[in-house]
């Protein structure tokens, strides 16, 4: 199993910047990948970026080229670089973390807010 805990959260303006931290319990190198979900009020919790253990990147359209997500293995924290808000991009975030054996198992954090006024 594995703990997540995000931070990095908070009220920005558009075009502002934020980072995100994903915090695991466990080392990440053991973790087959990392991502970050997203989900607005009324809507449904959606894939914005992932990371896998080699270090392989994917993003959702809307994000691409504005957001960046990354690892540092030695501490054990994922990262989402968020640049040139919108706001179109206020939701609750959330780490992801899928460990794939036998079976694959999916662990979230509580997530953080962020939110961005116009």
């Known amino acids: 199993q594995v703990q997540l805990v995000e931070s990095g959260g908070g009220l920005v303006q558009a075009g502002e910047s934020l980072r995100l931290s994903c915090a695991a319990s466990?080392?990440?190198?053991?973790?087959?990948?990392m991502g970050w979900y997203r989900q607005a009020p009324g809507n449904e919790r959606e894939f914005v970026a992932v990371?896998?253990?080699?270090?392989?990147?994917n993003y959702a359209d809307s994000v691409k080229g504005r957001f960046t997500i990354s690892r540092d293995n030695a501490k054990n924290t994922v990262y989402l670089q968020m640049n040139s808000l919108k706001p179109e991009d206020t939701a609750v975030y959330y780490c992801?973390?899928?460990?794939?054996?036998?079976?694959?198992?999916?662990?979230w954090g509580q997530g953080t807010q962020v939110t961005v006024s116009s």
């Open positions: 992801n973390a899928a460990i794939i054996s036998i079976k694959r198992d999916e662990y």
């Open positions: 466990r080392s990440i190198f053991s973790i087959n990948s």
């Open positions: 990371i896998t253990r080699a270090g392989s990147t």
